[in-house]
């Protein structure tokens, strides 16, 4: 049964910084590309951040750029997003997901997998 867990998220200040994380199991993590997207209330979910099956290739939202870093470790089958910077418009609610593209790809289409979602407040 494939499974990911998001965590780490929570109420943080404007300027402030979280550390989440995508916990997964039931499919051959190393694999596949793994991403993070964010839902705002009445919004779409939107792409944030992608990487590679080995780490070598990321692909960010252009206003996150220089805040945010996604990071994986394929032998603890996790993905994580660092957030740096935070600002009131980053608040959302984030879901990892994973996906057989060879490419950072920010489609939703292409990710098979998802998870439940971790909400992140920013309070100004």
């Known amino acids: 049964q494939v499974q990911l867990v998001e965590s780490g998220g929570g109420l943080v200040q404007a300027g402030g910084s979280l550390r989440l994380a995508c916990a997964t199991s039931?499919?051959?993590?190393?694999?596949?590309?793994m991403a993070w997207f964010r839902q705002a209330p009445g919004k779409e979910r939107e792409f944030v951040a992608a990487?590679?099956?080995?780490?070598?290739?990321?692909n960010y939202k252009y206003s996150v750029k220089g805040r945010f870093t996604i990071s994986r470790d394929n032998a603890k089958n996790t993905v994580y997003l660092q957030m740096n910077s935070l600002k009131s418009e980053d608040a959302a609610v984030y879901y990892c997901a994973g996906g057989r593209a060879v490419w950072p790809t920010v489609s939703r289409s292409e990710y098979d997998f998802w998870g439940q979602g971790t909400q992140v407040t920013v309070s100004e």
């Open positions: 039931g499919f051959t993590f190393g694999n596949y590309t």
């Open positions: 990487i590679m099956r080995n780490g070598g290739t990321t």
